[in-house]
């Protein structure tokens, strides 16, 4: 059985960001990412690897969060939002609605650095 915190763990503010995109006057793209949700939730480290991709060795970690769902969620949830837990950011890479029931939303994530 998948793990899924109670709700006496869920106590650790998270929050969640989502981007605002326009363009410039050269033709290039500006981001600027603007909080849309806070709430309480649980945040884990899932497992940690080292990769050689990009030139340089670096460490990749990555992390699980659970939110509660909220009608703000279902409607600004998309693969541009980014977590933040602790004043560190996370990519999310994929997020589920866990349990119907209890309504929980189940994200994994990739610490930006």
Known sequence: MAFIPTIGQMRMVLKLETVNKWTDETGGQNEQYVEFYTGRGYFRKKRGYRA???????????????????????????????????????????????????????FELTEVR
């Open 52 to 106: 050689f991709e990009t030139g340089y060795d670096e460490t990749v970690n990555i992390h699980e969060a659970w939110l509660f769902w909220r009608q703000t969620l279902e409607n600004e949830i998309s693969k541009d939002i980014r977590l933040v837990y602790e004043a560190r950011v996370f990519k999310v890479d994929s997020y589920d609605l866990v349990d119907e029931k209890r309504g929980v939303y189940k």
